[in-house]
């Protein structure tokens, strides 16, 4: 079984530019995180998708990021402007209906300079 | 607010010197616990689901243990492959998301 795609692996940017990043889940998978997780410490949860509804984007900087899941298959996660602090790595989970266990990819590097 | 602690943040251990991670929540209502092993560069591994306070979970060298308030894993006799960052994270009954805590950098010396 495919893992959960995501790209590009790294990405570098200047402040002020728009990134996007994108998100392919494990086949079959309803639900779809975006995490942010900054160097030492633990993801912290951007978005929860579930089929191509928003659950949760109570912590998502709506002033710049934005993300869409159409068709309920791949997502795609944006930042428009970047600002230094964005830099992170941008981790996408997924997990079937009515399970516990998320499932990540290997997540994006975005550095902002 | 569902909060998670880890500690201790960095743990360097002599190859078969055994030790214990622990993780501290605080929760409405604990739809599950979960380790997840994260090496550089890559995407937290899933480890273990604990869903209820006395339940153990056991995967080779680690065994992860749950009570009301806190989790541990337990690294028996750790190879220098076992060095990661081990993260802990909960699930509470209303929200559907996860919340990590910190993590732990394990480091294991040949």
């Known amino acids: 079984e495919a893992g959960v795609a995501q790209s590009p692996r790294y990405k570098i940017i200047e402040k002020r530019q728009s990134v996007a990043f994108w998100c392919n889940p494990i086949?079959?998978?309803?639900?779809l995180y975006w995490y942010q997780q900054i160097l030492g410490q633990g993801p912290k949860l951007l978005i929860q998708?579930?089929?191509?509804?928003?659950?949760?984007d109570s912590q998502l900087p709506k002033d710049r990021f934005s993300a869409e899941r159409l068709k309920g298959v791949d997502s795609t996660l944006k930042i428009q402007p970047a600002k230094l602090e964005d830099s992170a790595v941008y981790l996408c989970?997924?997990?079937?209906?009515?399970?516990?266990?998320?499932?990540f990819g290997q997540g994006t590097r975005l550095t902002v300079v | 607010e569902d909060q998670v602690t880890q500690s201790p943040e960095a743990l360097r251990l002599q190859e078969g010197e055994s030790s214990s991670l622990n993780c501290s929540y605080t929760?409405?209502?604990?739809?599950?616990l979960f380790w997840y092993r994260q090496d550089p560069g890559k995407g937290p591994e899933f480890l273990f689901t604990?869903?209820?306070a006395g339940e153990e979970k056991e995967k080779e060298r680690l065994k992860a243990t749950l009570t009301k308030k806190e989790s541990f894993l337990h690294i028996t006799a750790p190879k220098p492959e076992d060095s990661a960052t081990y993260l802990c994270a909960v699930r509470d009954s209303y929200g559907q998301n996860f919340v990590f805590g910190p993590g732990t950098r394990l480091s294991v010396l040949p």
């Open positions: 086949s079959g998978h309803a639900t």
């Open positions: 998708f579930q089929n191509n509804g928003v659950v949760d």
């Open positions: 604990l869903y209820s």
């Open positions: 989970a997924s997990s079937s209906q009515g399970s516990t266990e998320a499932f």
């Open positions: 929760v409405s209502g604990l739809r599950g």
